[in-house]
């Protein structure tokens, strides 16, 4: 890897870490500067304006998700399971009592620009379709039970995962993240 694409990885995921903290507009180019020990020209040069690093930081993190649930697929049978690891990806942000990039995005959904909410709302949407196939697929074969829609209890899974963390976050308490996922699978069995 070439230092440009070093440099644009290194902001990307100082932006990232600052977004799950502070939201993505409660930081500016500085802070990433600062972070990274570089000048705001060169993440300029890399991202022209914030709206420019915030689409990259989504179109990263929807990238990271595909191929997370791609190696769930690949690695996972049993449909409680795949739902499991699933759970496990939103515990990741909750150990540093941060929550998800998508969630901190959302709270800023207002002022984001058009091409970044179509970007958020393409990862939720992928992210509600992978997991009601999972729980139709897990229905019929007898790994899963619920009432309603497969639609329906996904949303209710992603809503309750970004609320756990949002407590935890809270109370600087990641066992109140725990006790939600553990009540989000035992719904299922």
């Known amino acids: 890897?070439?230092?440009?694409?070093?440099?644009?990885?290194?902001?990307?995921?100082?932006?990232?870490?600052?977004?799950?903290?502070?939201?993505?507009?409660?930081?500016?180019?500085?802070?990433?500067?600062?972070?990274?020990?570089?000048?705001?020209?060169?993440?300029?040069?890399?991202?022209?304006?914030?709206?420019?690093?915030?689409?990259?930081?989504?179109?990263?993190?929807?990238?990271?998700?595909?191929?997370?649930?791609?190696?769930?697929?690949?690695?996972?049978?049993?449909?409680?399971?795949?739902?499991?690891?699933?759970?496990?990806?939103?515990?990741?942000?909750?150990?540093?009592?941060c929550t998800c990039l998508s969630v901190m995005f959302s709270s800023d959904l207002a002022t984001l620009s058009e091409k970044i909410r179509e970007k958020l709302s393409a990862f939720f949407t992928a992210n509600l379709a992978w997991v009601a196939k999972v729980l139709e697929q897990g229905r019929s074969e007898g790994h899963l039970r619920f009432e309603g829609n497969a639609e329906e209890q996904a949303h209710r899974i992603l809503a309750s995962l970004q609320g756990a963390q949002l407590l935890a976050r809270t109370f600087k308490d990641a066992s109140r993240f725990n006790m939600i996922a553990e009540s989000v699978i035992s719904a299922l069995i």
């Not at 705001?40 to 420019?52: R, V």
Request: net charge negative; hydrophobic share 40%; aromatic share 12%.
């Open 1 to 97: 890897m070439n230092n440009n694409k070093n440099t644009a990885k290194l902001i990307l995921d100082t932006a990232q870490e600052l977004v799950q903290e502070f939201g993505f507009n409660g930081f500016s180019y500085a802070h990433i500067a600062e972070r990274v020990g570089i000048r705001t020209a060169s993440i300029h040069y890399h991202f022209p304006n914030k709206e420019d690093l915030g689409e990259a930081l989504i179109t990263r993190y929807h990238s990271e998700f595909v191929a997370a649930i791609a190696q769930i697929d690949a690695e996972t049978q049993n449909n409680l399971e795949k739902i499991r690891k699933y759970v496990m990806i939103f515990s990741i942000p909750v150990n540093t009592y």
